[in-house]
């Protein structure tokens, strides 16, 4: 067999970093490549569904990431000129085995992203204009599925919920919790009797 091509290690770290270090001869590295991946792609979600970064720090972790994933399709080429040294290629580097780590990581890689989606941290885009001027109309916001529960929701909260299964998307500020009682007169708020004073609402004269 035929030493590794550097360029098509470096071709296969860009698309599938751990079958670039795999093809390169480096099976340890795959391996590595894969649980630092998921590491730095989870420590970020949890990071982020806690709240307490601003955009500033978002732009950072989306940086720092994507520095990480440039950095193994120049690791691949590395490894694969210094595998050109031995005269053939190790089991692991033919050509089935490089398609069967590329169809692994493809399931592993759908398997996570469902994983995060449903238990730390979701996207979505806001289909309406029922929160501006807080939140515009196709606005994308970060849910937090992680830190959050039905019993720590507080008056002022976010929520995103639909009213059905496959129902519209809502995103809403709670106003009131289970026992309260809410009133809302000619654009002012009433919590319990006591106004609630709301910088953050917009009203028409149609509202009412």
């Known amino acids: 067999m035929k030493t590794p091509r550097p360029w098509l290690a470096a071709l296969l770290g ?4 751990p079958a670039g270090l795999l093809y390169a001869g480096r099976d340890r590295a795959f391996w590595l490549c894969w649980f630092t991946l998921l590491a730095c792609y989870t420590i970020s979600a949890v990071v982020v569904a806690t709240g307490k970064i601003h955009q500033t720090g978002l732009v950072a972790i989306v940086c720092a990431l994507l520095i ?4 193994f399709p120049v690791l691949s080429y590395y490894f694969a ?6 005269e053939t290629k190790r089991w692991f580097q033919r050509w089935y085995v490089i398609l069967g780590a590329i169809a692994f990581g493809t399931v592993l890689n759908e398997s996570y992203v469902h994983f995060v989606r449903s238990s730390i941290l979701e996207s979505f885009f806001v289909p309406g204009r029922a929160m501006a001027p807080t939140i515009l109309h196709a606005d994308r916001i970060f849910v937090d599925k992680c830190f959050g529960s039905a019993k720590t929701l507080t008056h002022g909260d976010l929520v995103v919920f639909r009213s059905a299964p496959n129902g519209p998307l809502f995103v809403m500020r709670i106003v009131g919790l289970p026992g309260d009682t809410v009133e809302l007169l000619e654009a002012t708020l009433r ?7 709301e910088d ?6 149609s509202s009412f």
């Open 191 to 197: 919590l319990n009797g006591e106004i609630v004073n």
């Open 81 to 86: 000129v210094r595998s050109q040294e031995r």
């Open 200 to 205: 953050y609402a917009s009203y028409s004269p």
């Open 14 to 17: 860009l698309f599938d970093a």
């Open 68 to 71: 990480l994933r440039l950095c």
